[in-house]
């Protein structure tokens, strides 16, 4: 199983960027998918996750501006990021919680970096 995110980048301070992650190999079902952030000399923490049925979940440093969704006939995760502020800069990383034969476990994707300049 891979997740290949992509649509990182550089903007100013009320910009918006969206972000995509797409899974791939051998899936039968994922769980929860989103995204997770982690800033320089910061640990990784939660930005926003969506389950199967499409309920979403955000941090609420977010909530209000960021918008997770999620396609699961592709196997998909985006994150629309409006009003982006100089503290969302980070390197973004897409999650997706897989089950297996023998426990459900997390993938992550390559991360993508977002830079918000003030």
């Known amino acids: 199983v891979q997740l290949q995110a992509c649509g990182g980048g550089l903007v100013q301070a009320g910009g918006s960027l969206r972000l995509s992650c797409a899974a791939s190999g051998s899936i039968f079902s994922i769980d929860s998918m989103g995204w997770y952030r982690q800033a320089p000399g910061k640990e990784r923490v939660l930005v926003a996750a969506i389950t199967s049925g499409g309920i979403p979940n955000y941090s609420g440093s977010v909530k209000g501006r960021f918008t997770v969704s999620r396609d699961n006939a592709k196997n998909t995760v985006c994150l629309q990021m409006n009003s982006l502020k100089p503290e969302d800069t980070a390197v973004y990383y897409c999650?997706?919680?897989?089950?297996?034969?023998?426990?459900?476990?997390?993938?992550w994707g390559q991360g993508t970096q977002v830079t918000v300049s003030s």
């Open positions: 999650n997706a919680f897989i089950p297996t034969i023998s426990a459900t476990r997390p993938y």
